[in-house]
Structures are given as structure tokens and as C-alpha cells.
């Protein structure tokens, strides 16, 4: 079976988040890694953001951003590529909801929705969590033609204030990665 979507590239958009270690560096590498493959180009970072943790609370702060790739992966390899990112990053699952050096979720490609074993998309808690809502709303253009930033706008409207939310720095790490021009 071919690696790519039949028709061409896809926009899809990943949140990145990380609890240990150093946090800033561990998002950059992840995003270095994923411009490195050569069928992912990243064209848009958000601003990283420091966050209170949600889920399971005893632990340290993340700092959570998001990125949109131009990617002619289809989405199962695409998540393979991710998956793959964060073991080299060093993640370890032990504990569901929590602490890790960099975890990799994909949102969003180009509207597709799927629900296999190993992939669900849209992701299903993308819309509940104030981590994910203010990155993707620094990146997703007024012009996104497949409703996303209609879903982020109304799923903002319905959280109570930014909710432990701050941001960090303005990142800006896209152009570093020579793919901004769309
Ligand atoms: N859209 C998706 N993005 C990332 N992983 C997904 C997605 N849909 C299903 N998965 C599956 O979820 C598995 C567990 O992911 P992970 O351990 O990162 O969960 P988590 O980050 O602790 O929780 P959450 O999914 O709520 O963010 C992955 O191995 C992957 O196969
Ligand atoms: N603030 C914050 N909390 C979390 C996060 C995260 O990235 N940021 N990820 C989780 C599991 O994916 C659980 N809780």
C-alpha cells in the first residue's frame, strides 16, 4: 500500500505538548524532526503557551503549542511519524493524562474524520481543551475551508476565561523552518 493520499498534500494540524525536562527545547526538536521528514513540511507554529495540567493535576505545568504541516502522508502514517518523534524524545507511558518529555496528538487533516483502533480524527477531546483551543486559534487562517476555525471560535466561546492558561512566547519558529509562504 502507498504512503501518500492520492491526491496530493493535506494540511493537518498537530498539538504538541511537554511537562518534563526542558519543555521549550523538547517542542523545538519535535518540530525539527517533523520538518526533517521529507513528505512533512511545517509552514505555521503557534505561540507556546504554559498551562496548568488537566486530567491528572500532580504534576508540573506543560507548555503546549501547535503547528500546521503540509504532509502528502495519509493520516495513519502521519500519526506513525509522530508516534515515532515522540519516543525519540524519550516519552514513556506510565501514567494516563500524565507527564511526558513530548506528546504529539493530531487534530485535524483537512476535515477528514475517521475512528479506527489507532486513529481518531477529528481528535476527540480537541474542542474540550483550552491547551489545544488558544494555540490552534494563532494559526488556523480566516479562510480555512474546512470549518475549522468555526469550531475553534464557538468551542473558545464556551470555555469559562483562559483557564490556567498563559503564554510563554510568541515562538515564531516557523521561520526557521522556510516553509511560511503558503
Ligand atoms: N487523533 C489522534 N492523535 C494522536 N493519537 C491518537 C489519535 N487518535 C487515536 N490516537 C491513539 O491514542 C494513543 C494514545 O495516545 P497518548 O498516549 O498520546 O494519549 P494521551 O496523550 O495520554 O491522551 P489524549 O489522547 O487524551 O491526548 C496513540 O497510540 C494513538 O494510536
Ligand atoms: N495542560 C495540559 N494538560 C494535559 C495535557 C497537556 O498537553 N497540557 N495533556 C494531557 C494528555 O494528553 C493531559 N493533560
Redesign the pocket.
Known sequence: MSNHSPSEQSEAYI?L?A?LGDREKSLKEALTLLNAHADIQVMRCSGVYE??????LDQP??L?MAAAVRTSLMPEILLDVMLEIENQLGRVREIQ?GPRTA?L?LLWMDGQTMNTPHLTLPHPRMLE?A?VLFPLRDIVPQDEPSGLLEKVTDALGKLDGRE?IKLWTTSGWEGGFGHSAS
Open positions: 498539538a505538548g511537562n498551562t496548568e495540567p488537566v486530567g491528572y505545568n506543560f503546549n493524562n506528546d496528538d481543551r491547551f490556567g
